[in-house]
């Protein structure tokens, strides 16, 4: 089993950054893909970013892509989202999960996500 908390959302103006985390316990992290997904309201959730277990590789969302950075720290069972450039329509609830296969070098499809934390609100207002 595994535990993710998200942590770091919050209020911004557009144009802002911001940066989220989304700390693991229970399971040996470092051997996981992990991902960042976002629900708006009204809307379903849809994939954001990933990183593998080395954070060697990364994959991004295109509307994201060179305004968001995902990372992570394995000694700190820690992945980080870094938000640049802030646009409102990046409002939404953003959630991690982890992968359940280990040691996958490739993007996990959506379904390979098994673990998934509570969430956390990002506002971007114009």
């Known amino acids: 089993q595994v535990q993710l908390a998200e942590s770091g959302g919050g209020l911004v103006q557009a144009g802002g950054s911001l940066r989220v985390s989304c700390a693991a316990s229970g399971r040996t992290f470092s051997r996981y893909a992990v991902g960042w997904f976002r629900q708006a309201p009204g809307k379903e959730r849809e994939f954001v970013a990933a990183?593998?277990?080395?954070?060697?590789?990364?994959w991004y969302e295109d509307s994201v892509k060179s305004r968001f950075t995902i990372s992570r720290d394995n000694a700190k069972k820690t992945v980080y989202l870094q938000m640049n450039s802030l646009k409102p329509e990046d409002t939404a609830v953003y959630y991690c999960a982890c992968d359940s296969s280990p040691w996958r070098t490739s993007m996990p499809p959506m379904g390979a996500y098994g673990y998934w934390g509570q969430g956390t609100q990002v506002t971007v207002s114009s």
């Open positions: 990183i593998i277990w080395s954070g060697a590789s990364t």
